[in-house]
């Protein structure tokens, strides 16, 4: 079993750039699909992007492509999510979460999150 805890986040302005990590604890995220999530308020929660592991393909939705970047340090079993020109619709709070099945489960499937963190808010204003 793993647990996750974001950190990061936060207030900023749209157009600016925000980081939030996410580090997993308990064991390694080897072989683990490892993705976001935000939910907005009033709305269902969204799959943002997901990385697998091991392998090193990502997978982002239309909306934050070229936005949005994820990268890892394995050594310290962080994932990041790089956000840069941020809009007020990405304003939501961000979750990380975990799939032990990895590679064995489509990169952009949306299921099969075992693992979830806690979330942290990211404000984005006009």
């Known amino acids: 079993q793993v647990q996750l805890v974001e950190s990061g986040g936060g207030s900023v302005q749209a157009g600016d750039s925000l980081s939030v990590s996410c580090t997993g604890s308990?064991?390694?995220?080897?072989?683990?699909?490892v993705g976001w999530f935000r939910q907005a308020p009033g709305k269902e929660r969204e799959f943002v992007a997901a990385?697998?592991?091991?392998?090193?393909?990502?997978y982002y939705i239309d909306s934050v492509k070229g936005r949005f970047t994820m990268s890892t340090d394995r050594g310290k079993n962080t994932l990041f999510l790089q956000m840069k020109d941020l809009k007020p619709e990405d304003t939501a709070v961000y979750y990380c979460?975990?799939?032990?099945?990895?590679?064995?489960?489509?990169?952009?499937?949306?299921?099969?999150?075992?693992?979830w963190g806690q979330g942290t808010q990211v404000t984005v204003s006009s």
């Open positions: 979460a975990a799939d032990p099945r990895g590679d064995r489960v489509a990169l952009n499937s949306r299921f099969g999150f075992d693992y």
């Open positions: 990385i697998s592991w091991n392998g090193g393909r990502t």
């Open positions: 308990g064991r390694t995220f080897s072989y683990y699909r």
